[in-house]
């Protein structure tokens, strides 16, 4: 699907996400960057593919399918069905996320066909076993941290807000700095640091396309991402591949019924 | 028998290179599997008389082969196993699960071998009156094996307003209680002669039917369930009480009706399920070979504690109706049922290093038949395809008749490697 992806489309991207005028507030910026990060175009479909590599190298890699749709309100809807490992094929996830309130999440556990609730308590808490938190993969709501724009400044080619975000409540960092690219607002690098403000976390935006829909309109969309536990060394670097927007999944794909009968027309890609 | 388990290891092998084969074109026809090697060892010395496996409750390789596929609209899946049971030094084949699938509009309908799971308990079960297989479960056998399939028909309605689900099951399964050949258990007519079991006949009269209706309800899930079939677990008839020369095991009439609901709270999960046990066979509870008509409830509250640390906990009851006549009719010398029984549980999942090591432990404690069961169990997966895993089945009580007091004699441990292809 990479031939929906074209070089040109950068031209459009950074007009229609663009700076325009004096330099917005801190809040509004990783507002906009949750934007670009989270919510590009009405839906989304990617085949992601996450490998968990161990310090010395040993690696896990879990194969899945993920459909999101936005919904009014900040609102958004995940579908997420699992290629890889064995164990695990056949299970999807069914996440309804609720900026405001706690998500709900349902997952379907194939060898007994049962569809089960599950707690949705901890949004820091791993997803799938991998460095990335819930919250790291669906978005994490924006007044939960306090933000300050600490400067400005380039990152590789790309001109950078570097913000700094203080959660509200405890969390698994105590401070977060985000590098977010002025064109396109998607977070190129973020550091985060334990409550002995020492780098525990690093987000690393690997790799950027263009992903359009028939020369409609274009998203630059981080397609490799690594999250590193620098303490350890252990990290999970995650490929997006055949990524589409704007497909027009209707809202029965995002229901107990597909959860059960999975939508092999979006999953089998 | 190490000659079966190289032919199982090398069928593995080949298949699991077919099945690399298939990745290339994913979607049309998808082929896996994996091969399942475990053992279980009774720990209490005490061999039920006259079994085969002495100590051992478990020894057995199963090689797994599931094909899914669809073609013009339909799907079928299909799950089977090669069995290798090297205590009785047999081979079997299980077909756990087949259907061919079709969706009509709104409706989807499943024709074949189907695991159906309904309501919201942990290991116990109210409106998922569909078969279980005990052996498996207090051996030790990954939990997805108490779970037994049914054959029939489903159509599962989605709709705005509900969804809906209908089950029509011509042909009864009974549950599969632990053999006596591996397991110590109460059975007090084991002595007599003739052994003779009754299934209720594969008539259209006697179809059992299940239904199920759901929809999201104020932030609740709910369901509502009613049953129409049998108990799965057998009574036992005498052809004479005194002297008895035949005992025949039988599956009494059953209506059940329930409601569950399961919602977010406290960042937790909470569930609760109710259901009535009609025992159509003996509403007037004066049979003392066929169960009393019962009530059945739980509540349970699930949450994670800190990240990849959940505790559960959850409370189930079952309460006898016409207790009176239940009393009054038992035989002298019967161990006697009380009118209510309750189970506390409690279930701790602890997940290590990136998930790959899974600590879980449940405990089950009834204080009114004052028996438990406590299952620890470790699991590792040492790569994305070999996973191990070992724990423990203790049961007991003070009772040898009640559910888990009755196994007392079967404490066991269990070794298990699975490889994924």
């Known amino acids: 699907m990479i031939n929906r992806i074209w070089a040109a489309g950068w031209a459009v991207a950074v007009a229609v996400a663009g700076p325009a005028g004096a330099a917005p507030n801190a809040t509004e910026i990783v507002e906009k960057s949750q934007q670009a990060f989270y919510y590009p175009g009405t839906d989304m479909r990617a085949r992601v593919?996450?490998?968990?590599?161990?310090?010395?190298?040993?690696?896990?890699?879990?194969?899945?399918?993920?459909?999101?749709?936005?919904?009014?309100?900040?609102?958004?809807?995940?579908?997420?069905?699992?290629?890889?490992?064995?164990?695990?094929?056949?299970?999807?996830?069914?996440?309804?996320?609720?900026?405001?309130?706690?998500?709900?999440?349902?997952?379907?556990?194939?060898?007994?066909?049962a569809v089960r609730r599950i707690a949705a308590s901890d949004s820091r808490s791993s997803f799938v076993g991998s460095d990335f938190s819930y919250?790291?993969?669906?978005?994490?709501?924006?007044?939960?941290?306090?933000?300050?724009?600490?400067?400005?400044?380039?990152?590789?080619?790309?001109?950078?807000?570097?913000?700094?975000?203080?959660?509200?409540?405890?969390?698994?960092?105590?401070?977060?700095v985000s590098w977010i690219d002025k064109a396109t607002?998607?977070?190129?690098?973020?550091?985060?640091?334990?409550?002995?403000?020492?780098?525990?976390?690093?987000?690393?935006?690997?790799?950027?396309?263009?992903?359009?829909?028939?020369?409609?309109?274009?998203?630059?969309?981080?397609?490799?991402?690594?999250?590193?536990?620098?303490?350890?060394?252990?990290?999970?670097?995650?490929?997006?591949?055949?990524?589409?927007?704007?497909?027009?999944?209707?809202?029965?794909?995002?229901?107990?019924?597909?959860?059960?009968?999975?939508?092999?027309?979006?999953?089998?890609? | 028998m190490r000659r079966r388990l190289a032919i199982l290891l090398f069928l593995g092998a080949s298949i699991r290179g077919a099945a690399r084969a298939d990745e290339a074109a994913p979607g049309a026809l998808s082929f896996h599997g994996f091969l399942l090697a475990e053992t279980a060892g009774r720990i209490t010395a005490q061999r039920p008389p006259g079994g085969d496996g002495g100590d051992y409750v478990l020894g057995e390789e199963?090689?797994?082969?599931?094909?899914?596929?669809?073609?013009?609209?339909?799907?079928?899946?299909?799950?089977?196993?090669?069995?290798?049971?090297?205590?009785?030094?047999?081979?079997?084949?299980?077909?756990?699960?087949?259907?061919?699938?079709?969706?009509?509009?709104?409706?989807?309908?499943?024709?074949?071998?189907?695991?159906?799971?309904?309501?919201?308990?942990?290991?116990?079960?109210?409106?998922?009156?569909?078969?279980?297989?005990?052996?498996?479960?207090?051996?030790?056998?990954?939990?997805?094996?108490?779970?037994?399939?049914?054959?029939?028909?489903?159509?599962?309605?989605?709709?705005?307003?509900?969804h809906a689900e209908l089950l029509a099951i011509p042909s009864f399964t009974a549950d599969t209680l632990p053999s006596p050949s591996r397991f110590s258990s109460f059975f007090p007519y084991a002595g007599v002669p003739g052994q003779r079991q009754e299934l209720p006949q594969s008539r259209f009269s006697n179809t059992e039917v299940a239904a199920r209706v759901y929809r999201e309800l104020a932030g609740f899930d709910v369901s509502l369930y009613a049953y129409r079939g049998y108990w799965r677990t057998p009574s036992v008839r005498l052809d004479d009480p005194v002297a008895p020369t035949v005992a025949t095991r039988f599956f009494p009439a059953l209506s059940t009706y329930g409601v569950s609901m399961q919602r977010n709270l406290f960042a937790g999960t909470l569930s609760a399920e109710a259901g009535y046990y009609d025992s159509r066979d003996d509403r007037a509870g004066r049979d003392p070979t066929v169960p009393n008509s019962q009530w059945r409830f739980l509540a349970g509250y699930q949450r994670e504690l800190s990240p990849d640390f959940t505790a559960g906990l959850q409370l189930y009851g079952e309460l006898m109706s016409t207790y009176g006549a239940y009393r009054s009719s038992l035989p002298a010398g019967a161990p006697i049922e009380d009118e209510f029984r309750g189970v506390l549980s409690l279930r701790l999942t602890r997940l290590l290093?990136?998930?790959?090591?899974?600590?879980?432990?449940?405990?089950?404690?009834?204080?009114?038949?004052?028996?438990?069961?406590?299952?620890?169990?470790?699991?590792?997966?040492?790569?994305?395809?070999?996973?191990?895993?070992?724990?423990a089945n203790v049961l007991g009580g003070r009772h040898p008749w009640t559910f888990f007091g009755q196994f007392g004699r079967n404490d066991n441990v269990f070794v298990a490697g699975r490889l994924d292809f």
């Open chain 1, 49 to 113: 593919t996450m490998d968990l590599v161990t310090s010395s190298g040993q690696k896990r890699t879990r194969v899945l399918t993920m459909l999101r749709k936005n919904a009014a309100g900040g609102d958004q809807k995940y579908f997420m069905f699992f290629h890889e490992p064995g164990d695990v094929r056949r299970t999807s996830f069914l996440v309804w996320k609720h900026p405001e309130r706690d998500d709900d999440r349902w997952i379907f556990i194939p060898a007994i066909n």
């Open chain 1, 135 to 176: 919250e790291d993969v669906s978005g994490r709501d924006v007044s939960a941290d306090v933000h300050a724009l600490v400067r400005e400044e380039k990152l590789g080619d790309a001109e950078c807000y570097v913000v700094e975000s203080k959660p509200t409540q405890p969390a698994d960092y105590t401070r977060r």
């Open chain 1, 185 to 269: 607002f998607l977070p190129l690098k973020e550091e985060y640091y334990d409550a002995q403000n020492q780098l525990s976390r690093l987000f690393t935006a690997d790799a950027i396309e263009v992903v359009g829909q028939g020369g409609k309109k274009a998203y630059p969309t981080v397609v490799r991402r690594t999250m590193k536990n620098v303490k350890s060394g252990h990290a999970t670097e995650v490929r997006f591949a055949g990524v589409a927007y704007n497909q027009g999944f209707g809202d029965d794909v995002f229901t107990e019924r597909a959860l059960q009968n999975p939508p092999t027309r979006w999953i089998q890609q």
């Open chain 2, 62 to 162: 199963r090689l797994r082969l599931e094909l899914a596929g669809g073609a013009g609209g339909a799907q079928f899946l299909a799950k089977g196993e090669l069995v290798h049971d090297s205590i009785g030094e047999q081979f079997a084949v299980d077909l756990r699960e087949a259907y061919v699938a079709h969706a009509v509009g709104p409706v989807d309908f499943r024709l074949g071998r189907l695991i159906v799971t309904w309501g919201v308990g942990d290991l116990f079960f109210i409106n998922d009156v569909f078969p279980k297989d005990w052996e498996s479960f207090f051996s030790g056998r990954p939990l997805e094996y108490l779970k037994v399939a049914v054959d029939g028909l489903q159509a599962r309605f989605s709709t705005p307003l509900a």
């Open chain 2, 353 to 391: 290093d990136y998930q790959a090591w899974r600590l879980s432990l449940f405990v089950a404690y009834s204080p009114t038949d004052e028996d438990y069961l406590v299952q620890p169990e470790v699991s590792y997966k040492v790569t994305d395809a070999l996973s191990v895993r070992a724990g």
